[in-house]
């Protein structure tokens, strides 16, 4: 899985005999006797006109916002009042939808809302490339990856089978497609009926994508009326041990061990819940973490930052896209749809970072400003960059290119200064 990102839009070269990609091409025709429920004829339809996406994945894999951006800054734009409103309103409105899939792959309706909400905001970006092109390009990057071309193949499948048609055939860099982002072939094995229609639908049925994310979910792990997670105090020598992005793949054990405790050895060593409360109070509205349940430090931040001791129903919604950043986003904003208090402890930053709304007021201001080659639209990118790098300059602060809520009161400061551009920016 992977969050449909807004990545550059590099120039896609077509397929031409000799080119590197024709290469590509024979050599995964090759394998067609292995993937026998695709056809030749499908295979050759739809590889023909393909457009070599290689450099614009390798740029996009360099530039993804889970790894690349401070993690306060990342769920300051993904965990806003706009998603979380906007998820609740979801939540009514697709209630009996969400009730059936509740009861049938027992997953809470909040947690497939929150992935839906970070995926495409909730339908509103999926992205653009066409996913045999995408998917096609990832195998060429590496054809030793056996999963890579497994995707490729069952991008095929589903084409030739009219899961999808092609003019919808369309999602992120990486393949992943529909309103909560699915690799072709993680699609192929998870997909679900949400609506009742007897197929599965996650370009157009709301109910068919959070059906598929829930039936994912479960196959992952998750286990109905779990927390994923819960804010904790971490006594002083345990928060200078920390712990690492990734130190929680023990969650995902039969036997966990290593950083994995039960959440009552965790109480015994003197973690409670971020109140100061026992860890292991009942807190029905929020699921159940009980003694015997296996546990992992979470410290994205290091000592100084907020703490979590998290769950397998953590690592089950890790595993959608293997950043601590993104299930630490999804975790979060669930708790928000349920109604439960955002993280208390904060971040170790004197520049916290920008809503989306926050965010677009900043690009209006650069606007103002003179900054006539970008537009508001709330999305980074290096027009923006640029902008925020100048005015860093004009400053005389670092020219960082980050946005923060020390540039953005700054220019509300400055906001007599402006300079409107003649056009709007583009």
Request: hydrophobic share 40%; glycine share 8%.
């Amino acid at each position: 899985m992977c969050a449909a990102l807004a990545c550059s839009a590099l120039p896609a070269a077509s397929q031409e005999a000799g080119s590197p990609l024709s290469a590509c091409v024979a050599a995964l025709r090759k394998d067609l006797p292995a993937h026998r429920d695709v056809s030749a004829q499908t295979f050759e339809t739809y590889t023909r006109d393909a457009q070599d996406l290689r450099p614009v994945i390798e740029n996009a894999t360099r530039a993804q916002p889970e790894f690349q951006i401070p993690i306060w800054d990342y769920l300051a734009r993904r965990v806003d009042a706009q998603r979380i409103e906007e998820g609740r309103a979801l939540l009514q409105l697709e209630a009996a939808a969400l009730e059936g899939i509740a009861r049938t792959h027992r997953v809470e309706p909040a947690v497939a809302v929150a992935v839906f909400g970070i995926e495409t905001d909730y339908g509103h970006v999926r992205g653009r490339y066409p996913v045999v092109d995408a998917t096609l390009s990832r195998a060429c990057l590496n054809l030793g990856s056996r999963e890579r071309k497994q995707h490729f193949f069952d991008a095929l499948w589903l084409l030739q089978e009219g899961v999808v048609r092609q003019e919808d055939f369309n999602g992120s860099w990486a393949g992943a497609f529909g309103m909560t982002q699915f690799m072709p072939g993680t699609f192929r094995q998870h997909m679900a009926d949400g609506d009742g229609s007897g197929s599965s639908d996650i370009v157009h049925s709301v109910p068919d994508a959070l059906a598929t994310t829930a039936r994912y979910l479960r196959s992952m792990g998750w286990a109905d009326g779990q927390r994923w997670g819960v804010e904790v105090r971490v006594p002083e020598a345990l928060a200078q041990a920390g712990a690492a992005q990734s130190e929680h793949g023990c969650l995902a054990s039969a036997a966990p061990s290593g950083k994995c405790r039960s959440a009552q050895a965790w109480s015994d060593a003197g973690v409670t819940r971020i109140d100061g409360s026992p860890l292991l109070q009942p807190d029905p509205a929020a699921g159940h973490v009980d003694g015997s349940t296996p546990a992992a430090l979470l410290m994205p931040a290091g000592a100084p930052g907020p703490a979590w001791l998290v769950t397998p129903n953590y690592q089950a919604i890790w595993r959608y896209n293997r950043a601590d950043t993104y299930a630490l986003a999804i975790g979060l904003l669930s708790d928000a749809l349920r109604g439960l208090p955002p993280p208390q402890a904060a971040w170790p930053t004197d520049d916290p970072g920008l809503s989306r709304v926050q965010f677009r007021e900043l690009q209006q201001l650069l606007l103002d400003r003179g900054h006539c080659e970008m537009r508001v639209d709330g999305s980074e990118g290096p027009r923006t960059g640029a902008a925020i790098r100048a005015e860093e300059e004009r400053l005389g602060w670092p020219p960082t290119g980050r946005a923060g809520s020390k540039l953005l009161a700054a220019l509300r400061e400055a906001r007599t200064e402006a300079a409107a551009c003649p056009v709007a920016g583009r």
